[in-house]
């Protein structure tokens, strides 16, 4: 996506050789506009692949996720982050480190809302590591769904995320290529 790539020159900030800002477009400040294109975009790319749900993890990813079920049809499940002491016997747990805030977290679904016959395609902002991709998948698993793919809208290949996740024969597209922020510049990589 070429309007993608512009809007990522344009407004993400190098943090370091391995983090990039992306704020202004996706983890603070969200472009409907830009973010239905995403929608339009993953919809297209997984359109024979019969979804009967979208899912994804609490926070960033929800907003590429809804454009994407709604251009689909189908609902949208996010994952939610545990904070809650209020124990549901019917949820699906992993524990996750996250790798921006260095910590561990517990994310959770409900199994009322990822079901044996489901085939559900799992959308993401950003792939670095994986470990919360893995995660979501782990849950996928566990409930018995099928997982179609992964759409991420950034992947950042120099992180072992995304290759560790296609090794695993899981089809994972993504939407822009990051091959490298080395020096401060953000150098794309060619799509798959
Ligand atoms: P992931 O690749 O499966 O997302 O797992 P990883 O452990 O690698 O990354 C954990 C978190 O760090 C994710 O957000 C991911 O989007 C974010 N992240 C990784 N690299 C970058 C980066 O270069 N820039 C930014 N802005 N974020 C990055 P999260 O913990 O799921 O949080 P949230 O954004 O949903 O709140
Ligand atoms: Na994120
Ligand atoms: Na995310």
Redesign the pocket.
């Given at each position: 996506m070429e309007t993608l790539k512009q809007r990522i020159l344009n407004e993400g900030k190098v943090?370091s050789d391995?983090?990039?800002?992306?704020?202004g477009l996706?983890?603070h400040q969200v472009d409907p506009q830009l973010t239905m294109e995403m929608g339009r975009e993953f919809a297209a790319r997984f359109a024979e692949a019969g979804v009967t749900r979208v899912i994804t993890?609490?926070?960033?990813?929800i907003a590429v996720a809804f454009a994407t079920a709604y251009e689909l049809g189908v609902p949208l499940v996010f994952a939610r982050r545990k904070k809650t002491l209020l124990a549901d016997p019917d949820a699906l747990c992993e524990r996750?480190?996250?790798?921006?805030?260095g910590i561990v977290?517990d994310i959770m679904m409900s199994r009322k809302y990822i079901k044996e016959n489901d085939r559900v395609l799992f959308i993401?902002?950003?792939?670095?590591?994986?470990?919360?991709?893995?995660?979501?998948i782990k849950i996928i698993e566990r409930s018995g769904a099928e997982l179609v793919g992964l759409g991420v809208v950034?992947e950042?290949c120099f992180?072992a995320?995304a290759r560790t996740i296609r090794e695993q024969g899981i089809t994972l597209e993504s939407l822009v290529r990051i091959e490298s922020?080395e020096g401060g510049v953000i150098t794309f990589g060619e799509s798959l």
């Amino acid at each position: 996506m070429e309007t993608l790539k512009q809007r990522i020159l344009n407004e993400g900030k190098v943090i370091s050789d391995q983090v990039l800002n992306l704020d202004g477009l996706l983890n603070h400040q969200v472009d409907p506009q830009l973010t239905m294109e995403m929608g339009r975009e993953f919809a297209a790319r997984f359109a024979e692949a019969g979804v009967t749900r979208v899912i994804t993890v609490e926070s960033s990813g929800i907003a590429v996720a809804f454009a994407t079920a709604y251009e689909l049809g189908v609902p949208l499940v996010f994952a939610r982050r545990k904070k809650t002491l209020l124990a549901d016997p019917d949820a699906l747990c992993e524990r996750v480190p996250s790798f921006t805030k260095g910590i561990v977290t517990d994310i959770m679904m409900s199994r009322k809302y990822i079901k044996e016959n489901d085939r559900v395609l799992f959308i993401d902002d950003i792939i670095a590591n994986g470990d919360a991709a893995r995660g979501l998948i782990k849950i996928i698993e566990r409930s018995g769904a099928e997982l179609v793919g992964l759409g991420v809208v950034v992947e950042k290949c120099f992180q072992a995320g995304a290759r560790t996740i296609r090794e695993q024969g899981i089809t994972l597209e993504s939407l822009v290529r990051i091959e490298s922020l080395e020096g401060g510049v953000i150098t794309f990589g060619e799509s798959l």
